[in-house]
C-alpha cells in the first residue's frame, strides 16, 4: 500500500531564512507523481509544485523546489527566502499513475516569525 | 479563472438529518475525487469518479455515505443519516491525472452535526 509521511507537525523559520519540509513516501509502482500543496488559514488548498518520478531534474516554481530523492523515497520542499505569508499547513502527496488516486501526508505547520 | 465550486460553504444540521453536498468541477476534468479533512485523520480520500464512473469508493462509510455524478457538470455526496462525527471539512477536487496535471480544490463544504 502506498503511504506519505510527513514527521514534522510544526515547524518555524525566521522570515527571509530557507526551511526544509520533510516527506517520505512508500510506493512499489515505478511511475508516480509527487505533490506539494500549501493550505493557509483560509483553508483553500493551493497547489504549488509536481514532481514526476521519471524526472531527472529536481523541480522548482520560484521560491519553491522539491529535493527529489528516488533511492531514499524522499521529497522534500524547501522554501527559499520565506516570508510572513508563507505561515500556513503544507501538505505532501502521491499519485498513483495507475489508479490515479491521489494520497495525501497529515501535514506540516510552518510558521514564518518576523 | 476555471475553478471547482463547492455548494454550500457551511452547513449546520442535527444528528439524523440528511445533507447533500455538491460540487461542480471545471469543464473538461475528466477524474473527480472528494476527500473529507478532520483534524484527527488529516485528509482523507472517500471516493473518485473517471467519465463520471465511481472508480473507488472503499474510503467511504458504505451503510450512510454515497456519491454520485449525475452528469459531467454536478458530483454530489450525501450523508444520510448524519452523525456528529461526520463534521468536517469535505472537499471536492477535479483534474486530468493522466496529463499529469495538479488536482483543483474547491473552497470546501464545513459541516457540522450536533
Known amino acids: 500500500a502506498q503511504k506519505i509521511t510527513q514527521t514534522q507537525p510544526g515547524m518555524f523559520v525566521q522570515e527571509k531564512e530557507a526551511v526544509t519540509l520533510d516527506c517520505t513516501y512508500d510506493?512499489?509502482?515505478?511511475?508516480?507523481?509527487l505533490f506539494w500543496y500549501k493550505q493557509p488559514s483560509s483553508g483553500e488548498m493551493i497547489f504549488l509544485i509536481y514532481?514526476?518520478?521519471?524526472?531527472?531534474q529536481n523541480a522548482t516554481e520560484g521560491r519553491y523546489s522539491l529535493n527529489f530523492q528516488k533511492a531514499r523515497k524522499s521529497a522534500n520542499l524547501v522554501i527559499s527566502a520565506s516570508q510572513l505569508g508563507d505561515s500556513a499547513m503544507y501538505f505532501c502527496?502521491?499519485?498513483?499513475?495507475?489508479?490515479?488516486?491521489?494520497?495525501f501526508g497529515t501535514g506540516t505547520r510552518l510558521q514564518v516569525f518576523p | 479563472d476555471a475553478r471547482v465550486t463547492q455548494t454550500p460553504r457551511h452547513k449546520v444540521t442535527e444528528m439524523g438529518q440528511e445533507v447533500t453536498m455538491r460540487c461542480q468541477p471545471i469543464?473538461?476534468?475528466?477524474?473527480v475525487f472528494w476527500y473529507r479533512q478532520t483534524m484527527m485523520q488529516g485528509l482523507e480520500l472517500l471516493a473518485y469518479?473517471?467519465?463520471?464512473?465511481?472508480?473507488?469508493d472503499s474510503g467511504m462509510p458504505k451503510d450512510r455515505f454515497s456519491a454520485e455524478m449525475p452528469d459531467a457538470t454536478l458530483a454530489t455526496l450525501k450523508i444520510q443519516p448524519s452523525e456528529p462525527r461526520d463534521s468536517a471539512v469535505y472537499f471536492c477536487?477535479?483534474?486530468?491525472?493522466?496529463?499529469?496535471?495538479?488536482?483543483?480544490f474547491g473552497s470546501g463544504t464545513q459541516l457540522s452535526v450536533l
Open positions: 477536487a477535479s483534474g486530468i491525472p493522466q496529463l499529469n496535471e495538479k488536482l483543483f
Open positions: 510506493t512499489s509502482d515505478q511511475s508516480y507523481g
Open positions: 514532481q514526476g518520478s521519471y524526472d531527472e
Open positions: 502527496a502521491m499519485r498513483d499513475h495507475n489508479t490515479d488516486k491521489l494520497i
Open positions: 469543464l473538461g476534468h475528466n477524474t
Open positions: 469518479f473517471r467519465n463520471r464512473a465511481p472508480l473507488d
